[in-house]
């Protein structure tokens, strides 16, 4: 079945620096990627769509300076967290759809559990 | 805009017996997909199940069913004969068909399996 790959798994870094994470669909094209922020025994908080090609489209509330989306190729997706601080430790996971509901479910990458110190 | 609610935070239920997850949803859309996604504890999302709104026939997948209330926005989650690997979270997801594959998560129900 259709492979969503996310990396890093997990990632520490210092505050005031900036962490990548890509999101990429194996075998399939990613039309879609949507980029979710998860807190401790809370559901999945859409952060932004991202379409190939096209720039992200943010939710509100979601600063799109600080979480900059890439979506350069319908099989790569990247979300940069720029200049972190501990309030972004949180677990972020990405999904990609490039079917209708009908055809296909989004699939999921494991997610990045990012650590800012 | 669409709003999925799972009224019940926790749950639990001993191991072989069933246990139903309750989902509410609201929308104007007529034309939409229903899913329920586990998280274990490793925090991948595996998808449940899934039902098409316009499919009256309630969607089975081995032990788990869900009941589909289309006219009350109902999508409960049955699991039959409960397994120490059925413990997990489990969001109840909305989607709009043919609207770039959008998910809307509900709160999320952690569900306990009891030796």
Redesign the interface.
């Known amino acids: 079945g259709a492979v969503v790959s996310q990396h890093p798994s997990r990632v520490i870094c210092k505050s005031g620096t900036s962490v990548k994470i890509e999101c990429r669909s194996l075998d399939f094209q990613a039309t879609t990627m949507f980029w979710y922020r998860q807190f401790p025994k809370k559901s999945l908080m859409l952060m932004a769509t991202s379409n190939e090609g096209s720039k992200a489209t943010y939710e509100q509330g979601v600063e799109k300076d600080k979480f900059l989306i890439n979506h350069a190729s319908l099989t790569l997706s990247t979300l940069t967290v720029t200049s972190a601080h501990p309030e972004d430790s949180s677990f972020y996971i990405c999904s990609a759809g490039g079917l209708t509901g009908r055809d296909s479910p989004l699939h999921f990458g494991n997610g990045t559990r990012l650590t800012v110190t | 805009a669409q709003t999925v609610t799972q009224s019940q935070p926790e749950m639990s239920v001993q191991e072989a017996e069933t246990v139903t997850l309750s989902c509410t949803y609201d929308t104007s859309e007529n034309n ?2 229903l ?1 329920w996604y586990k998280q274990p504890p ?4 595996i ?1 449940v199940i ?1 039902q ?1 709104a316009y499919k009256q026939q309630n969607a089975t997948e081995n032990r788990f069913s869900v009941n589909f209330q289309k006219a009350a926005k109902s999508f409960s989650l049955k699991i039959s004969d409960s397994q120490l690997g059925d413990t997990a ?1 489990y ?1 109840c997801a909305f ?1 709009v ?2 609207a ?9 129900t ?1 569900l306990m399996v009891k030796p």
């Open positions: 939409y997909y899913f490793s925090r991948q999302m998808l899934r098409e979270m969001f989607m068909n043919n770039g594959n959008m998910l809307t998560f509900g709160g999320g952690r």
